[in-house]
């Protein structure tokens, strides 16, 4: 039997408990860093197959770290698990995270005779916050010579660049009055906040293709009769990569600064969470990962055969410090995309379960081949 079969089998011996458990993230979902009880139940499926698990672990209380293998190059497989406020797990986390405890399990039988340690990573809070930027600060990464992860979606990508993200509070602080009997005498934070989203829909005849800027607005007043003396508003910006970014940022303050000023209200801006950096793919990695998606009858396009599609994620932080690959795999979603709830019913569906199988072991498949082909320097 080969390496990969061996692999195969092992997965096959736990794929019905990674479907079980899939559904139990889908049904118990938990938004960032407050992921306790899905941390501590993939933690523990991991120390009931062989893992030495540290749970919680680099200073964050809903990440793990599961290690199979005694010396050697140590792989990376991040496991996300963080569901979205009311619509749960409607990015995929679910089969994020097991397919991410798949791979490792498929390889744990392994991993001494190839000389390598594999690591599942719990990384809390991909949804905001940026929980492998804290662990990259941690060291969490520090010793590994490759990462990697797999992410669900409507269609295949095998290298997707994603855009590099940063996210800002806006606060505006005017004065209250009487909105009938006095307006004159209040000065109208809701007025700045209204100003500055026009700014920045005026703004957009200028941004590039690639840039972004969404918000929401987190408080908009007291009561109608009540000039507005305070806004908060929470957006995020994002461009192709980190120098286009740093270029935009200052046009969309502007916006925001320009709205104080004609409304005489004062404007706090503050950094909301870590930034994220566009994806960096690995081309041996994502070479590897490709011929063995293919043998399991999924060939994955490239984001040069479709288009980029664009969307955020701190593993491009991961991937500007450490090789690294983060391949889309479709599920049947009739129409749905990401972050809606009709997606993250689509998750625990026959196509969700394929992309956790598939995913699984393109990833296990992938370590093999690095292992047994000695890649490690090519990296």
């Known amino acids: 039997?080969?390496?990969?079969?061996?692999?195969?089998?092992?997965?096959?011996?736990?794929?019905?408990?990674?479907?079980?458990?899939?559904?139990?993230?889908?049904?118990?979902?938990?938004?960032?860093?407050?992921?306790?009880?899905?941390?501590?139940?993939?933690?523990?499926?991991?120390?009931?197959?062989?893992?030495?698990?540290?749970?919680?672990?680099?200073?964050?209380?809903?990440?793990?770290?599961?290690?199979?293998?005694s010396s050697g190059?140590?792989?990376?497989?991040?496991?996300?698990?963080?569901?979205?406020?009311?619509?749960?797990?409607?990015?995929?986390?679910?089969?994020?995270?097991?397919?991410?405890?798949?791979?490792?399990?498929?390889?744990?039988?392994?991993?001494?005779?190839?000389?390598?340690?594999?690591?599942?990573?719990?990384?809390?809070?991909?949804?905001?916050?940026?929980?492998?930027v804290d662990l990259i600060h941690a060291r969490a990464f520090e010793d590994a010579a490759a990462s990697m992860m797999i992410h669900p979606s409507p269609r295949d990508m095998l290298d997707p660049s994603f855009q590099a993200r940063t996210s800002f509070t806006v606060e505006y602080f005017g004065k209250e009055s009487h909105a009938a009997f006095a307006p004159q005498q209040g000065v109208n934070a809701l007025d700045a906040f209204v100003q500055a989203y026009m700014n920045v829909a005026t703004l957009r005849q200028q941004m590039l293709p690639t840039d972004r800027v969404h918000c929401i607005i987190d408080h908009g007043g007291d009561a109608t009769n009540i000039i507005p003396k305070y806004t908060k508003s929470t957006w995020g910006i994002r461009s192709a990569d980190s120098e286009r970014l740093s270029e935009f940022i200052p046009k969309v303050h502007a916006c925001f600064e320009a709205a104080a000023s004609s409304t005489g209200c004062r404007v706090e801006i503050n950094q909301l969470g870590h930034p994220y950096l566009?994806?960096?793919?690995?081309?041996?990695?994502?070479?590897?990962?490709?011929?063995?998606?293919?043998?399991?009858?999924?060939?994955?396009?490239?984001?040069?055969?479709i288009g980029a599609s664009g969307g955020s994620s701190d593993m491009g932080n991961v991937s500007q410090v450490l090789p690294s690959i983060h391949p889309m795999l479709a599920i049947e979603t009739n129409g749905a995309v990401n972050h809606q709830a009709e997606f993250a019913a689509a998750t625990i569906t026959e196509s969700g379960d394929l992309a956790i199988r598939d995913g699984a072991l393109a990833m296990a498949y992938t370590i093999i081949d690095l292992a047994e082909q000695d890649l490690w320097a090519r990296l």
């Not at 749970?55 to 290690?67: C, K, S, V, Y």
């Not at 994806?279 to 984001?303: D, F, I, K």
């Open 1 to 69: 039997m080969t390496r990969k079969e061996t692999a195969e089998s092992a997965f096959a011996a736990v794929e019905n408990d990674l479907r079980t458990l899939s559904r139990w993230l889908y049904d118990n979902p938990e938004i960032q860093y407050q992921e306790h009880q899905s941390s501590a139940r993939l933690a523990g499926f991991l120390s009931t197959h062989g893992f030495a698990v540290n749970h919680p672990t680099h200073g964050l209380d809903t990440a793990f770290e599961a290690t199979v293998g």
């Open 73 to 132: 190059p140590r792989v990376v497989i991040c496991c996300e698990y963080d569901a979205l406020p009311e619509i749960g797990q409607a990015c995929g986390h679910n089969i994020i995270a097991t397919a991410a405890v798949g791979a490792g399990i498929a390889v744990a039988g392994l991993a001494d005779d190839l000389g390598i340690r594999v690591t599942v990573l719990g990384t809390p809070a991909e949804e905001g916050g940026g929980g492998k």
């Open 278 to 305: 566009n994806m960096t793919n690995n081309e041996v990695m994502t070479g590897l990962y490709q011929a063995n998606s293919t043998s399991l009858g999924r060939p994955l396009p490239t984001e040069a055969d």
